[in-house]
């Protein structure tokens, strides 16, 4: 079966995003790439952009999360868009209150997990850096 690796654009903020996913999920990042790395007389980095993420990883289960930033001249994220949500099967309802209340941290509830009517524990919010999330555990799967 494929796996989906979700891949997010943030404003040079990626790596403090990163982090903060990290202190949820655990884990060490596979892979960090900054724009400074990539620098050659071909292809420079503008010194504003040298320290941003060109890439990252963090291994959640058998999935990846990954994302950068968008270097200045490529333009601006728009963080307020209506962006694909993250979907996330939690085990228990155990792992899915302590996944739905860490990344909801400083962010807003759109749905607050509970009981729902199709029978998942379900949730919607989204998180502090403007990323949406579902959070669900069906305890008949």
Excluded: C
């Amino acid at each position: 079966m494929a796996l989906i690796n979700p891949h997010i654009n943030f404003n040079g903020n990626a790596e403090e995003a990163f982090k903060f996913y990290q202190s949820v999920f655990g884990g060490e990042f596979a892979n960090i790439t900054r724009l400074k790395d990539t620098s050659s007389a071909e292809f420079p980095v503008a010194e504003e952009d040298a320290n941003k993420i060109l890439f990252i990883a963090l291994p959640i289960g058998k999935n990846f999360l990954m994302g950068n930033d968008v270097p200045e001249s490529m333009g601006r994220v728009n963080e307020n868009e209506n962006r694909s949500k993250i979907s996330i099967s939690a085990e228990s309802r155990e792992e899915a209150d302590k996944l739905f209340n860490g990344l909801s941290a400083g962010g807003s509830v759109e749905m607050p997990i509970e009981n729902s009517p199709w029978g998942s524990y379900f949730g919607m919010f989204r998180d502090k850096f403007g990323i949406e999330w579902m959070v669900d555990y069906n305890p008949q799967k």
